[in-house]
Every structure is written in C-alpha cells, then in structure tokens.
C-alpha cells in the first residue's frame, strides 16, 4: 500500500510532543523493565529469540514454497493455511482464520508493450493491481502526455485521449495539494475506460519507477479499480518516450495488456492466534503484518519479512515459556495492498472488544533494521515507553515519536484513537524491492531478520505484561484534533476514510451549516 501513498510524495506529519511536560507535572515517571519487573521474562525471550529463532526459516517458506500470494487468490489461501499451521505447531492458542471478503477478485494476466516509432523495440511494463485489459491482441496508439499537476483539467478534456496512450508526468506547478490531486486521478483514471483510452503509462502518478529495469506493481486508492489498463514502465523506456515527446515528436506504442477480475466479492481471511493473558486476558494487545503480497516476485521484503518477524516473535515468547498479563493476539493481516482491508475488517469483527484493546505493533517497512518506534499519534505514551527504549541502548539505538503511519495496518487502530504503532526500519533498498522484482529472499539478510523478530517479541511482551495497562483507547473527538494535527485528514478524507465529521476542526474550518 505504501507504493502509492509514499511512492508519489508524503505529507509531513507534525510531531507533537506537548505531552511530555504534562506528564512532567501530573505523573510519576514511567517504569521500565528494570523497575516494573518485566525484566527477567524479556531475558528468556531475549535468548529465545536471538539463539532459537526459526523466523528466516519461516521466511523462506512463505518466500519460496508459497510465493507471490495477492488478495483473494488460492496463493493466498495457501499462505493463510501455511500462516495457520505455523501458529499451531508453535503452540499458540485460539489459532483460527477471520474470512471476510473484498469488493473484487483480480488476477494478472500478460502485459506487453512495443514502441512502434520513431523507433522499434519492446518496452518493459507490468500492469497495476485491479487495472483492465486491451481488447484481446492488443491496440496501439500515439503517445500524448497528461499532466498528474493539472488532473482536473485533464479529466474535463479526456475526449482528445481517445484512442491515445496517456503518458501522466509531473510539469508545472500542481494545481491544488497532493491528496486533492490523487482523488482527482482516481476521477481521471476511472473516466479513461469509457473515454476509449488504450492504455495508460501512469503506475507511478507522473513520477519514474525506482532502480534500474524495474516496474513497481500496486493498487491505485483504497479498493479502487479501472477499468483501463494502467502500466509501470521502467524508468529507461519511460525516460526514451519522455524524451521523444519533448523534441515535439509522437511516439506510436502498440500494448497487449491482460487481466481478469472477478464477477463480485471474493472471500479472503486474516490468520489469529493468541498468547492468552495470564491475569486480564479480556485485555488485547494485536502484533501482526500482512499475509498478502504482490506477484512481480515472491513478496519477501513486503510483507513476508513482517510476518516472519511476527511469527518469530511469538514462538520466542511461546517458547520461553513466559505468559504476559494481558493477551497478545497476533494477527496476519490479508488484504493490505488493496486499501488495508484486513485490518478494516478486524477493527469491524472485534468491534465489541475495542475498548479493551491496548493498540496495534506492526513491521511492514521491509527488510532493514527496526530504528525506531512510532506510537500512532498517541503523544501520551512517549513518556510511557521511553524507559522500554532506554532499556535496549545497548542493544540498539533506537528512536521515538508519536508519528501515525497511513501506510499499513497500523491506520485503522490510530482511527480508533488506539496506538498503531509501527516499527520503523533503515529500509533504503525496499524502494527497490516493495511492489517489484525484487522482491525476493535475497533481499532480506537473515541475522537482521532475527534481531527484529526479538524486538518486536520484547516490545509486544512489555507492553502486555507491565503492571499498568499501557492503553485505551481515546475519545473520538481527541482522536480526530490528533489526526488533523498529524495532516491525515486531507487524505483519510480524499479516500472516504474520514468518520469524524467535522469533530476536532478549528471554528473556522468547520463546513458551513445547510
Ligand atoms: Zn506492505
């Protein structure tokens, strides 16, 4: 999912630390591990976790004998059976699947693309999740550009794209903000089928694709489809086209592109099982990553790496034979890289039980080193978990912040007013890897694997163990002035996602009164 939202250009979230000096006055500093008696247990799952660790094997499963495994597909069962037994065999309790089901089923098909003039050779190009098909055997085209920037207008004149190709670039200056502007290329891109547009060279909204020869697949919105069929293009062949259109000549491109979707919804499940608490199991703490992958590869770094991290950490703490306070529930999310779909349908299934979960802990950034934590927009519990970091200094030095990650699965428990809390990783080749090619085992270093794996059993069993309870969840409209202050509001809103209203706005940007 990161692909679009982060591939094009991210807001800047706001960091807000004003409640530290809050706490400063109201609280006695918070306990860590060396004061609130958690201390022994995470030296057990330490060494489990560092001398045991079975989670590159786990990887390498999942990786090589499943595969690329997109929502909804038998792949996909597959990896959730595989998923299940894994729980089982490690000794988890309450191991069980949550189906639900997503709007539309989609399988890739063959995408081939030719430059027919001024000169003659394949291009290299891979379809977009939930994009259409050219007619069977192909249709060709001359190239024209459409500007990403200028979108709303592109869309009112998409007649002249009839029978085009659309090549989408970023010229100019954009015309309104990015978040405006990307539900108005949803607008754009849907339009373009009906418009008789043959294809559309746009996966990643006028910018080039990362590294050298590669295409980066994803979806385009949350649970969107077109339609048209829309490519990444490698960044050469993109650059070739540019180039060509920029000394005012016409590019002629013929592209054979084709894919399939389902007749109606297609069911799908998230894979549950539990480490159940030993004083207030009704308390619920959720660790997990997505299950789900794209299909260019074998979908290692996104997000194979964060469920071997997952199922790593729970059979460290299963195997030290440590039980926490409250529940760990550890959760492979399906349906991510269509719009966070498992993690959607989870908050709805345990709706009930809400209030007494304590947030989210998720790793979906890659294959590199966890650096940091960031608490989902709950500025309060920086003071809280400082001493857990402070802790590992020696292991790691690692960083903190209250930063709301849309990206993963970690957005629905923010929305909740719950701590998604996001495992920050020194990711710099997942540009290269995520969504792509690459994405295979040789891109995930197995000692860095296992040293994640640790951290994130050694936080989760903290954070449920701790005698205070780490969490609840805050009141909507404290919920909705956070997420407004972290610059997710236009965004959320742009993607219907928003359901506070006009909860948390300033006086004079609430929406006038009919
Ligand atoms: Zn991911």
């Known amino acids: 999912m990161r692909q679009v939202l982060a591939g094009l250009t991210v807001v800047a979230a706001s960091l807000c630390f004003g409640g530290l000096q809050l706490w400063a006055k109201d609280k006695a500093p918070a306990k860590g591990p060396d004061e609130d008696g958690t201390k022994p247990a995470l030296v057990k799952i330490a060494g489990e976790g560092f001398l045991n660790s079975h989670a590159f094997q786990y990887l390498t499963e999942l990786s090589d004998d499943v595969g690329g495994r997109v929502t909804g597909t038998p792949a996909e069962r597959k990896a959730e059976e595989w998923g299940a037994a894994k729980m089982k065999a490690m000794g988890l309790e309450n191991v069980h699947t949550e189906k639900y089901t997503i709007w539309r089923g989609w399988t890739r098909g063959t995408a081939e693309a030719e430059i027919l003039s001024p000169v003659r050779h394949k291009l290299h190009v891979d379809a977009m999740g939930w994009t259409g098909s050219t007619p069977a055997g192909g249709a060709e085209g001359e190239v024209v550009t459409v500007n990403f920037f200028d979108v709303e ?149 996104d997000n194979g790496s964060g469920i071997a991290t997952t199922l790593g950490a729970a059979e460290a703490i299963a195997r030290s034979g440590q039980r926490p306070r409250r529940t760990i529930r550890f959760v492979l999310f399906t349906g991510e890289e269509q719009g966070l779909d498992g993690s959607f349908a989870y908050m709805k299934q345990h709706q009930s039980e809400m209030a007494n979960h304590l947030g989210d802990l998720v790793l979906d950034a890659g294959q590199g080193p966890v650096k940091g934590f960031q608490l989902g927009g709950r500025d309060d519990l920086v003071p809280v978990f400082q001493p ?121 940007d609430k929406a006038p009164e009919n």
């Open 153 to 301: 207008n592109e869309l009112k004149n998409i007649a002249r794209l009839k029978g085009k190709v659309a090549l989408v670039v970023q010229k100019g200056k954009p015309s309104s903000n990015f978040m405006t502007l990307f539900a108005k290329f949803s607008d754009f891109l849907k339009a373009a089928g009906p418009a008789g547009v043959v294809a559309i060279v746009g996966g990643q909204g006028g910018g080039k694709s990362s590294g050298m020869n590669l295409t980066h697949t994803g979806i385009l919105g949350f649970d969107a489809d077109f339609s048209v069929p829309v490519v990444s293009m490698t960044a050469e062949d993109q650059g070739q086209l540019e180039r060509f259109l920029d000394r005012g000549m016409t590019p002629r491109v013929r592209f054979n592109v084709q894919n399939t979707f389902s007749n109606g919804p297609v069911e799908t499940a998230n894979v549950v099982g539990e480490i159940r608490g030993r004083e207030h199991p009704e308390e619920i703490l959720v660790v997990g990553g997505h299950l789900d992958s794209w299909d260019l590869a074998e979908g290692t770094t």
């Open 388 to 508: 857990f970091v402070d802790s590992l200094a020696n292991l790691r030095p690692l960083q903190l912040d209250d930063k709301v990650e849309s990206g993963t699965d970690t957005l629905p428990f923010s929305i909740a007013g719950l701590p998604g809390i996001n495992m920050n990783q020194d990711t710099s080749d997942y540009k290269y890897t995520h969504h792509s090619a690459a994405d295979a085992l040789e891109a995930q270093k197995p000692d860095v694997l296992t040293s994640n794996a640790t951290l994130m059993a050694l936080a989760a069993y903290w954070i449920a163990d701790r005698p205070e309870r780490f969490a609840s969840p805050w009141p909507a409209e404290r919920t909705a002035k956070m997420l407004r202050k972290q610059n997710e509001y236009e965004e959320l809103k742009a993607f219907n996602l928003w359901p506070f209203g006009d909860l948390g706005a300033e006086e004079k």
